[in-house]
């Protein structure tokens, strides 16, 4: 046992290594030759670092599972952000608010908000050149879209002001990451609980702990997602009603993809044998706590604002290409069905697996209907943002079904490579996951038809049973 702890220290060192090389030395969006190299390395070592800790003691594994995920944090914060410039909306937004004026009143490039211009977001400069800079009406700025409103829910809104408002003066992005680690370690020690309550594999938490997309997406690049997974998990591991409801309509009210976890919270509801008005009293329960969260926090912006509070997001969706006839999206379909019909058949595909996990799911167990159903809509729609996929790693580590971690694995390839204008990546990238996806399922299928026995390991727990939990 000795000799398998000193190896996964030694692995999570080399980890964390290369995750500090990468934002040393790897290059940014401006420069991203080597940031493939660097993140391909950084995914072979998480691989080998979890295999190792998969055997080990559970006093063991917590301990190197925290210790870990906190040692790869705090490298994320070595570094100003490499991949993304959305922070710079985030720390807008919390000045804006701490004015007292409505984020989606105005966007950052309005003469109304010039007075709350800080050098560091508004660089006094007139040579604007820069992967994170860019001129409009003839200010430099970092902020990624300046001339349009803010795209973010209210409960993101409530985080940036809080971010603000803890945040020294002269922090300019530092608080941000900070408060990326912040939940991203959270997030950690929700799942360990979650784990320990109901006896699972604590050696699943390191699937998210050490998974190469946290430290780059959640905590250098400081994604506001991280809020929505932890509020995500919280919700999935506290049970059935009003609470879960409560808190999957404030992780929505972070980022809307979470919504995609709305069945799996109300997994087998409507099974065969259910009487009606159990089906109806803990549907209700969920949907309205859900949607009495979402409406309380958007009225007084919805007040103030109007149809403003959708800021970016009907603008959002037409620049990824979700609107019908565009070819940006649903790649895998896209190879099987004319352009226009990919869309229509998406929704249709994600609404099917909802309604298996409606009907077929394990109550006890929502976060794999949940996984079933997010995982669904990620591989059909094909986003290039792989931080999206940080809702995919927490349920994959709340129920341990790894294949689907190829998800974020191809978000992350799909990312890189668009920055570097590589073309037919997209299909290539989720059609490889996709086949990992269903390799992990047929072999997870022939292991349970092959006469398993559920027999409890050293820790305690059933590795049968929980390979054989499934919607």
Request: proline residues 7%; contains cysteine; positive net charge.
């Amino acid at each position: 046992m000795r000799v398998r702890t000193l190896c996964a220290i030694t692995l999570l060192a080399a980890l964390t290594a290369v995750v500090a090389a990468t934002l040393r030395a790897g290059g940014d969006l401006g420069r991203p030759a080597a940031l493939l190299y660097w993140y391909a390395a950084a995914w072979v070592l998480f691989a080998c670092a979890v295999w190792v800790v998969r055997r080990m003691p559970v006093r063991t594994s917590v301990a190197l599972i925290l210790a870990g995920g906190i040692a790869l944090c705090s490298v994320a914060l070595s570094a100003p952000p490499r991949t993304s410039d959305d922070m710079y909306r985030y720390a807008w937004d919390g000045r804006v608010q701490a004015a007292g004026v409505s984020p989606y009143a105005h966007p950052p490039d309005a003469p109304q908000l010039a007075r709350l211009r800080d050098p560091w977001l508004f660089p006094a400069t007139s040579a604007c050149h820069g992967w994170d800079l860019r001129s409009v009406r003839g200010v430099c700025t970092r902020i990624n879209r300046p001339s349009e409103r803010t795209i973010y829910p209210p409960v993101a809104e409530g985080w940036f002001l809080l971010v603000h408002a803890v945040s020294p003066a002269g922090g300019r992005h530092k608080p941000l990451q900070i408060a990326g680690a912040v939940l991203a370690v959270a997030t950690t020690v929700a799942l360990l609980l979650v784990q320990r309550r109901r006896g699972g594999d604590t050696w699943w938490v390191a699937l998210w702990a050490w998974c190469p997309a946290v430290p780059f997406a959640a905590v250098n690049d400081a994604h506001v997602d991280t809020l929505g997974v932890l509020l995500t998990v919280a919700a999935l591991g506290t049970a059935a009603g009003a609470r879960r409801g409560a808190l999957l309509g404030a992780a929505i009210a972070v980022k809307l993809l979470p919504a995609l976890t709305v069945p799996g919270a109300l997994s087998g509801v409507l099974a065969p044998g259910r009487h009606p008005r159990a089906r109806l009293r803990e549907t209700a329960s969920v949907l309205l706590a859900a949607g009495g969260v979402v409406a309380l926090v958007y009225l007084p912006h919805l007040l103030a604002s109007g149809s403003a509070v959708l800021g970016y997001l009907p603008g959002y969706l037409r620049e990824e290409g979700y609107e019908p006839g565009d070819v940006g999206r649903f790649a895998l379909l896209r190879l099987v069905l004319p352009d226009a019909w990919a869309g229509p058949a998406a929704v249709a595909l994600v609404a099917l697996s909802a309604w298996y996990v409606l009907r077929r799911g394990d109550p006890k167990r929502p976060w794999h209907g949940s996984l079933l159903v997010t995982g669904t809509a990620l591989l059909l729609t094909s986003p290039a943002y792989y931080w999206y996929a940080l809702l995919v790693v927490a349920l994959v580590a709340m129920g341990g079904r790894w294949e689907w971690l190829a998800v974020a694995a191809a978000g992350t390839v799909l990312y890189v490579a668009g920055a570097r204008e590589w073309h037919g990546v997209q299909a290539t990238a989720y059609g490889l996951a996709a086949a990992t996806v269903l390799v992990g399922a047929l072999v997870r299928t022939r292991q349970r038809g092959g006469g398993l026995s559920a027999t409890p390991d050293a820790r305690g727990s059933s590795v049968a049973a929980a390979e054989d939990d499934h919607p």
